[in-house]
């Protein structure tokens, strides 16, 4: 029997990471994973390489680009005639980005040493070691494991009556692979998928219409940034959302599907559409686990139940990443991967889960790190806040970009940032700098006084932590 200082299970961001810091740390290091891509190959990195993450943003970084060539160039002084669609060649470039990141994981596991096990992956047995049992295409064989990573993920969950069958209705896999452009497509659920994959087939050609549950819009989100994005989305970019909308059936026809449901006034309604994507949140993959027969504790909601650095019930067992309390977000998991490592090495490894970023990739982008005003309000912390506007910043005129804000929350007494909430174009980029203030643990003051790039979009960051004491220099 193969024996490894760690096994992990599951080959996703959380999962890879943490096989490669173990193997940085000296660990003999085994990562099982069952992945298969639709040729029917066994593939590396998990959702988030594979139907999640980069290929979203491969298609959302494409529909961007075929929508400023339609209607926005004009403004430069371009204008562009002939422009076609060419949805395979669309597809076939995400699918380059796909396969190259997965091997490029696959170059990294041969490089660290890292042993892949292809198939299915069970706890099998404990004692002083675990055993862990990999069924693959060749039969099933158990390896042996001082400590054991689960990294299992998630998928998407499922409603009721609505079977997935990536044709007509699809989850996240099939909207993201699309061979022509829906005339009408529908979405349910306006969370993060439901609003970056309905842009993507938006800008590509599609009336798009989303039916939300919830009476509000984005919940988590701060409330000045959802409502500034609910009047963008809605009304400059024509992506219909409703909200409080009850699904009552979804019928598929011949050609389409109907979506039968109680709007939020409570009258029956009906939506049809030629393809319908279901995006109503993740579940947590650790069915067959092997978790009841070796006594690990999975709570009611199917997530393995750990503590805060990750320990699962059982000695020696870890749980990360979407199979784990906390927000499914790739770097989240990926950190855990990296602290769970670390402390197996005996070092004193931790995730700071107060500054872990949110990016919602539409257009203009949305990102956040640390508390809403909303959060703050109810948890009764003093504050103060400061605004600037994106449409003062030269950078963001001259990219035509001149939507949003960005918001900055401190603390009354100590100006400790609290809060960095940002709408506008590169805010996945520019929260990075608010996400090292809060690590950090800097004023908004410190920001103020830090030198910022002209013009940069940058300098917005600035301006809002120059508003919190109300001396803006250019708003
Ligand atoms: P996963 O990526 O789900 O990987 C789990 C792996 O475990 C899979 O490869 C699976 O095959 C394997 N596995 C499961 N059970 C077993 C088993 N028993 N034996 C062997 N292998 C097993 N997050 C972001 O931060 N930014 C984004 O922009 C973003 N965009 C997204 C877009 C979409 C469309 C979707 C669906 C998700 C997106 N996410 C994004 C979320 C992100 O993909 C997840 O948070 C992330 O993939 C979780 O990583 P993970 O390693 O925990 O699990
Ligand atoms: P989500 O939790 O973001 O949104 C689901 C939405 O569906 C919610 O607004 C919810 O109220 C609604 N909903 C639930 N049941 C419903 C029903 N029956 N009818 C109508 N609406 C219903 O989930 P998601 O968009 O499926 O994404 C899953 C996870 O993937 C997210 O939690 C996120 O962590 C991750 N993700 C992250 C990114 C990113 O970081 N940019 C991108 C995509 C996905």
Known sequence: MQSFDVVVIGAGPAGYIAAIRCAQLGFETACVDKWKTPAGQYALGGTCLNTGCIPSKALLESSENYERVLHKFQVHGITAS??????????????????????????????????WLQGHGRLAGGGTTWKVEVKGEQG?????????????????????????????????E???????????????????????????????????????????????????????????????????????????????GKKGVTVEYASAAGGAAKLEVDRLVVSIGRVPNTENLGAEAVGLKIDARGFVEVDKNCRASLPRVYAIGD????????????????????????????????????????????AWVGKTEQQLKEQGIAYRSGRFPFSYNG?????????????MLADASTDRVLGVHALGGQASELIAEAVMAIEFGASSEDIARICHAHPSMSEVMREAALAVDKRSLNG
């Open 82 to 115: 002939g422009v076609k669609l060419d949805l395979a060649g669309m597809q076939a470039r995400k699918g380059r980005i796909v396969a190259r990141m997965t091997g490029g994981i696959a170059g990294l596991f041969k490089k660290h040493k890292i042993a």
């Open 323 to 366: 199979a784990v309390r906390g927000p499914m977000l790739a770097h989240k998991g990926e950190d855990e991967g990296v602290m769970v490592a670390e402390i197996i090495a005996g070092q004193h490894g931790h995730v700071n889960y107060d500054a872990i970023p949110w990016v919602i990739y539409t257009a203009p982008e949305i």
């Open 174 to 252: 099939g909207a993201l692979a699309f061979d022509a452009v829906p005339e009408r497509l529908g979405v349910i659920g306006a969370g993060v998928i439901g609003l970056e994959l309905g842009s993507v087939w938006r800008r590509l050609g599609s009336k798009v219409k989303v039916l939300e549950a919830l009476p509000g819009f984005l919940g988590a989100a701060d409330e000045s940034v959802a409502r500034e994005a609910w009047r963008i989305f809605t009304q400059e970019q024509a992506l219909d959302i409703e909200l409080g909308a009850t699904v009552r059936a979804v019928k598929v």
């Open 395 to 407: 950078r963001a005129l001259g990219r035509d970009e001149p939507e949003g804000f960005i918001k």
């Open 140 to 172: 099933a064989e158990t390896v042996e494991a001082k400590n054991v990573i689960i990294a299992t993920g998630s998928k998407a969950r499922q409603l009721p009556g609505a079977a997935v069958d990536n044709r007509l209705i699809c989850d996240n």
